[in-house]
């Protein structure tokens, strides 16, 4: 039992396993989105990052067997974790999404950056990307990007 009792906190610590007693019993949170403007033919990057250091975020070009998933949120009404629609993955890490936008899983950093085509058009879409890590388990986080007029 005190062996038991010791793996679980360890796990606890490392984000592993996620503490119980949330306040959301029975329900699973919404998804948070963090907003990234752009403006058509512009470039943000943002940085990613797992809630423990002992497995990093991989870039695209390091990724190995871990990967990158992208889905557009067409309903954030319903629960907004819901996978949504899948994006292909263009090759390279390269997403495109509606309107002339596009999202890449950065190569040689633990990035993700946003692309508005120089014709991309005024909207803001959804999207909900998933990190799969080999050696870490499931990660979620949601972005917003707006395109707006020049």
């Known amino acids: ?3 038991w009792c010791c793996g679980l906190v360890a796990a ?4 592993v396993v996620p503490p119980v007693g949330t306040g959301q019993e029975g329900k ?9 403007r752009l403006k058509p033919g512009e470039a943000k990057r943002v940085e990613l990052a797992l809630p423990y250091e002992m497995a990093p975020i991989r870039p695209s070009g390091k990724s190995g067997r871990d990967s990158l998933f992208v889905n557009i949120l067409l309903d954030a009404k319903g629960g907004s974790t819901a996978k949504g629609e899948p994006v292909k993955n ?9 309107d002339g936008v596009e999202l890449v ?8 950056e946003f692309r ?3 014709s991309a058009k005024t ?3 959804n999207v909900r990307v998933r990190y799969e890590s080999f050696a870490g388990g499931n990660f979620v986080i949601g972005f ?6 020049k």
Request: aromatic share 4%; proline share 7%; net charge negative.
């Open 90 to 98: 263009e090759g390279k890490g390269v997403f495109r999404l509606p």
């Open 144 to 149: 917003r990007v707006v395109v707006e007029a």
């Open 123 to 125: 909207t803001a879409t």
């Open 116 to 118: 508005a085509g120089d």
């Open 1 to 3: 039992m005190k062996l």
């Open 12 to 15: 606890l610590a490392l984000g």
């Open 28 to 36: 699973a949170p919404g998804l948070l989105l963090q907003v990234v």
């Open 105 to 112: 899983w950065v190569e040689d950093r633990p990035e993700v």
